[in-house]
């Protein structure tokens, strides 16, 4: 089946300029990227700052083209700047800081910013907003002032009014870097149930291990290039390369390794708290420890 | 160095129809040395408590003396104390203003009226403390990385030489590596120039590895305070408030649950994993 | 808590005013300042204070409210009619003291002048309190729409202002925060010379210009992704859209001026 995604060999260069506008060096932030990602995955990309994932996420959406190779989003090469309204209606995205995304100082209007740029008729714009407000919990907000709002509703708002749009697919670029907790489950727990529900294609980028576990696929990336790819295990089997990618473990995996190290045969790629106890308590009873 | 908060509220809004309260009855003692960490879900008071404790901000009713004296008292030097308690606020890096670097971190110890080779001095120290290389020193802060920003941010307030530096959020934004430098940074303050630390944090995990003493806020309220080891045993009731507690805790806490015995309070990976490793070999379950 | 300052002071509430078609408060108001230069004599005042209490009335908004927006320019009206009293020469003298001349003329002219000024303001503060910031500037943009044809940006200049106007109390907040972030280092804005009070709003100003910039980027980046292209071929989800009510509004507004006009030329006061 064609993939939904296809990033061939792709490279993108930043120019840096001095003050007088004059080129004095080029920064290769994505250095021949090969990534293919199915309709309906759910995909994370992982890496620190400075790793290229938002130059990434920012050609899924062609808001920048490639300096060299190709991205095809939905079939459509996004090198193509007739192409550019095709690929953001398809392929959405949604942005880190929360308040710089919003348009409308009423929810319902924001939510409909991106059909009303699509010119779809009033009244279907209305069904689309109500929709959209209801998939994402956030419809009992829907007249409120996003000033009222905490951070993770907004980046509800702000996927509501990506899912207006009609799109294949989300790009979430770090989401949640600006949230507390409660914000950051909120938005990852959306993520997860447009995925499931309405088999929306969601693309996470983000610098937290923890919020990857539920993907379906992992790709793991470091100086513009990716570095390692997999299951969400097999990529967390291989958590001690993460350091070196400035990237942290989470400490129920930093657990398992530390024991691991001592002589315990404990797998090294767990997710989750209850894994980790299932498996201790196992270990202990069938006295396979030593 | 003491601060004292006997009896301190704080409420918005007083007097116009929309009042809420922020913080009530706040009673809390901080004393010299320590690293301060307090937690509390967004709404809890914690950095309305914060902005007190350097006069930004004026309680509604109670006191505060800082080294004994009342800091509401007419005669109280109020800039004095905001240089005493440095306050850096969450994404500190948004406040640059200056030409260069220097400059910027001049600008709290100039506005104390010190002499100019004493503010160039603090500066310079400033600077070094927080990791700043020479090369930098002279270039604008805005076109430095955002961690860079950010320690820039903290060395202009070191600059004003505080006995106490209070930082809302400090790792807010920042990506594992910027995280760790960061706090890297301020166990370093703590522990070699002796600096009382106090830090806002949502991050369970930072406040196990590095903070001495855990003050938990809700509604306003202190509800906890002690060292993170023995809070964090109450996983259930911080649930309740909004707040986790670190995953290696939460682990032990289960294996204790299914009867394990394991006694000792863990919080980190590494003493987890070492509590876990003794329990493999030779520990017991509850019967 | 700042955040709920609202520009211009919109009232909410259910009324016959605020139910109108935003149109037609816009080019009302607007019809009704030209109606104030349209007449000569203190006879035109009663007719258009007639007027002015009967939309008071519908709109539901308390007098209270429209009386504020007088506070902001007393100083110009106090200072207009004072220049309005000395500058008319005049026949019937009632004081001389030194080259200050106060005529009967002259207290006319200021009264009438003065009263001219805050018919107009009130008439404005009713405006805007009946209708909502983005209420406005959709009607703006509706009616300057005909401006296109030589090319005026009159889109572009509409989604600046309910941008705008999004972001201030956003704006407001940040002024605060980088405000106290300076205290906390020392900072001072109340004492001192008044060259050093203007200096210190320096290390404010910047940063919320460079905050203001950021944010601007971004959003207009937000804006791309959502496939923001100009006003062409651009739905609206609340289109403006006439009903009978605004065409009796209309029909109102025109007989008020044509009453008006007429008044000026027959009444003898």
Redo the contacts between chains.
Sequence with gaps: MKPFIKAEDLVHEYSRRDEEGNVIGINRALDGINIEVQAGDFIAVLGANGSGKSTFAKHL?A?LVPTEGTLYVDGKDTSDHKND?LV??SA??V?Q?P????????V??DV???????????VE??KR?EESLKNTGMYEYRKE????LSGGQKQRVAVA??MA?KPKCIILDEPTAMLDPEGRKSVIKTARELNKKEKITIILITHYMEEVTIADYVYVMSSGQVRMEGTPRQVFARSEEMVKYRLEIPEVTKIALELNRKGIKIPKDILYPEELVDILLKIKSAGTAV | MSIKLQNVSYI??LNSG?E?VALRDINLEINDGGFIGIAGHTGSGKSTLV?LL?G?ERASSGKIYYNGQDIYDKSFDM?GL??KV????QY?E????ETTVINDVQ??PK??GLPLLEVELRSYEALKMTGIGDDLIDVSP?ALSGGQKRRVAIA??LA?KPEVLVLDEPAAGLDPAGRAEIFGLLKKLHKENNITVIIVSHSMEDIAKYVERLIVMNNGSIVLDGKPAEIFQFEKELEKIGLGVPQAAKVIHQLRDAGALIKGEYITADESAEAIYKWLKNGEYKR | ?I??ITIGQYYAAESVIHRLDPRVKVAGTFLYIISLFCFSRFSGYIIAALFFCIMVKLSKVPFRFIVRGIKPILFMLVFTAALNLLWTSGETVLVRYGFITITLEGIEKMVFMALRLVFLIIGSSLMTLATT??QLTDAIESLLKPLVYIKVPVHEVAMMM??A??FI??LIE?TD??M?????????FESGSIIHRIKSI??II??LF??AA??AS??A?????????GGA???????LEYKRQDITAYIIIFCYMAVIIISGRVLPF
């Excluded at chain 3, 980046?221 to 292209?229: E, I, K, N, S, V």
């Design positions: 959406n808001l309204l953001r209606q959405g995205m942005f800081n308040d710089n995304q919003i348009v409308s100082s009423v319902e209007e409909g910013f991106g059909p009303e740029n699509m010119g779809v008729p009033s714009i209305w907003v002032s996003p000033d009222h009014g990506i749009m | 918005y809004g929309h809420k902005q350097d930004l800039r905001r240089a440095g306050l850096v606020f500190p948004h406040q640059l203003f600008f709290g506005n104390l805005f202009g307030v004003m | 808590m955040r709920d910031p983005n309910s941008i106007l999004r109390p956003i940040e925060k980088i106290k972030a300076q205290l906390a280092r020392g900072a001072d320096v290390p910047i940063p460079v905050s950021r944010r971004d959003l980046l937000a804006m791309d992704a959502r496939c923001y292209h071929g651009r739905t609206k989800m609340k289109p």
